[in-house]
Antibody
Framework: QVQLVQSGSEWKKPGASVKVSCKAS????????MNWVRQAPGQGLEWMGW????????VYAQGFTGRFVFSLDTSVSTAYLQISSLKAEDTAMYYC??????????????WGQGTLVTVSS | DIQMTQSPSSLSASVGDRVTITCRAS??????LNWYRQRPGKAPELLMS???SLQSGVPSRFSGSGSGTDFTLTISSLQPEDFATYYC?????????FGQGTKVEIK
């Protein structure tokens, strides 16, 4: 069955960087786009953008440009989210979510379990 | 960006109750409306897409309706696993946006 397994919780100091991984299994990795979604503590869901798993081309939502980078390693069916120059307000649960289409539809049919990133001195 | 507004923000109900959640878009999104359930401490899961199309494996007690700007999610008979937060989300245009969520609590 389709599974997305994310890397474990991270505790970082302000200014540091973090890289979250999302390993896919149970389907052809390059046949579906991958979304990233943020959920701040006690808050709702916020779409960060998506990456084309065929071309590696990322699309970032407003507010997620500059410090946020989506990348892939198709050889191991894994998507990555890297956040640099971390701030306290980056503290959140980060989810990868597989799109229902190869290009992008915005329908997110399978989700990773989430990676909690805590930024604190 | 298209704003999605859910009501109510929270509700209390009992097992077996019929529950309806509404979602309104700030502009027409045709039927590009998806519903997710997020159980406490868990990732969201897609229940319904295209306003009324149930995802595979989702129980038939869930139903959806609407088009344009107004949509509803109905749970015909609430089960213990349905106590969760529900989000609507439009996929009509980028960025896809979510409602603020409706928390369904045990009465």
């Amino acid at each position: 069955q389709v599974q997305l397994v994310q890397s474990g919780s991270e505790w970082k100091k302000p200014g540091a960087s973090v890289k979250v991984s999302c390993k896919a299994s149970g389907y052809s990795f390059t046949s579906y786009a991958m979304n990233w979604v943020r959920q701040a503590p006690g808050q709702g869901l916020e779409w960060m953008g998506w990456i084309n798993t065929n071309t590696g081309n990322p699309v970032y939502a407003q507010g997620f440009t500059g410090r946020f980078v989506f990348s892939l390693d198709t050889s191991v069916s894994t998507a990555y989210l890297q956040i640099s120059s971390l701030k306290a307000e980056d503290t959140a649960m980060y989810y990868c979510a597989r799109d229902e289409e190869d290009f992008w539809s915005g329908r997110m049919g399978a989700w990773g379990q989430g990676t909690l990133v805590t930024v604190s001195s | 960006d298209i704003q999605m507004t859910q009501s109510p923000s929270s509700l209390s109900a009992s097992v077996g109750d019929r529950v309806t959640i509404t979602c309104r878009a700030s502009q027409s999104i045709s039927s590009y409306l998806n519903w997710y359930r997020q159980r406490p401490g868990k990732a969201p899961e897609l229940l319904m897409s295209a306003a009324s199309s149930l995802q595979s494996g989702v129980p038939s007690r869930f139903s959806g309706s609407g088009s344009g700007t107004d949509f509803t999610l109905t749970i015909s008979s609430l089960q213990p696993e349905d106590f969760a937060t529900y989000y609507c989300q439009q996929s009509h245009s980028t960025p896809p946006t979510f409602g603020q969520g409706t928390k369904v609590e045990i009465k």
